[in-house]
């Protein structure tokens, strides 16, 4: 079973804006981390943030993290064609538990020109 | 840095067959999780490796095992194959520890289809 929702499950914007979306999880969490995927292809690892961050920044990548309210969001300013994909988050739960991410239901986003 | 490799990229198969998927991890890395793609499902923890012994397991039938050598590469294997189980499965790799944090790094699937 998947950890949380993600929101909205799909997103079209022109090129040059910001695109923004969110993450709820249902557990306690080490870490979440943020991953695209090109149509089919494999997971590329954009941004990890810790339970005990709240903003963590990337290039043109800003996320946040909000743990009382079991959330995420992640923000892709400037955006570009190539930045057409699925955006996934997915859980940590942490120490004795490792390395088994709880993925979300992703978001498809597409840039267009 | 060579990525994490899997391979076949590609398998169609028959209903009963077994199949077996390959993945050779990023150097240095000790773990190998494995993850099944559907577009139903979405992506589901199949099972985590970690020096040679399974550490974690996901809610998967027996039918899906898999294993670790001494280099760290892994396999998994399907027996008695369904058509459900047709998705892409994904291997990740990473050094093995949540202390503090550990990110994984995928390869790029293996499309399994069956027939």
């Known amino acids: 079973s998947q950890q949380g929702e993600e929101d909205p499950q799909a997103l079209s914007i022109q090129e040059g804006e910001n695109a923004t979306m969110n993450c709820s999880y249902k557990?306690?969490?080490?870490?979440l981390q943020w991953y695209r995927q090109n149509s089919g292809r494999g997971l590329v690892h954009l941004i990890l943030?810790?339970?005990?961050?709240r903003e963590k920044h990337s290039g043109r990548l800003r996320v946040t993290l909000d743990t009382s309210k079991k959330s995420s969001s992640l923000l892709i300013t400037a955006s570009r064609a190539a930045d057409t994909a699925s955006y996934f988050c997915?859980?940590?739960?942490?120490?004795?538990?490792?390395?088994?991410?709880?993925f979300g239901t992703g978001t498809r986003l597409q840039v267009t020109l | 840095k060579a990525g994490v490799t899997q391979t076949p990229r590609y398998l169609i198969k028959t209903r009963g067959q077994q199949v077996t998927l390959s993945c050779s991890p990023i150097?240095?890395?000790?773990?190998v999780s494995w993850y099944q793609q559907t577009p139903g499902q979405g992506l589901q923890f199949l099972f985590e490796?970690?020096?040679?012994?399974?550490?974690n397991k996901g809610n998967f039938p027996g039918r899906f095992s898999g294993r670790q050598f001494s280099n760290s590469r892994s396999e998994m294997n399907v027996s008695t194959l369904e058509l459900g189980d047709s998705a892409l499965y994904l291997c990740?790799?990473?050094?093995?520890?949540?202390?503090?944090?550990?990110?994984?790094?995928f390869g790029p699937g293996t499309r399994l289809t069956v027939l």
């Open positions: 997915a859980t940590d739960p942490g120490a004795g538990t490792a390395s088994k991410l709880t």
């Open positions: 490796y970690f020096s040679e012994t399974q550490r």
């Open positions: 150097s240095g890395h000790r773990s």
């Open positions: 990740a790799s990473s050094f093995g520890t949540s202390v503090p944090s550990d990110t994984q790094y």
């Open positions: 943030i810790r339970s005990n961050e």
């Open positions: 557990t306690s969490i080490n870490n």
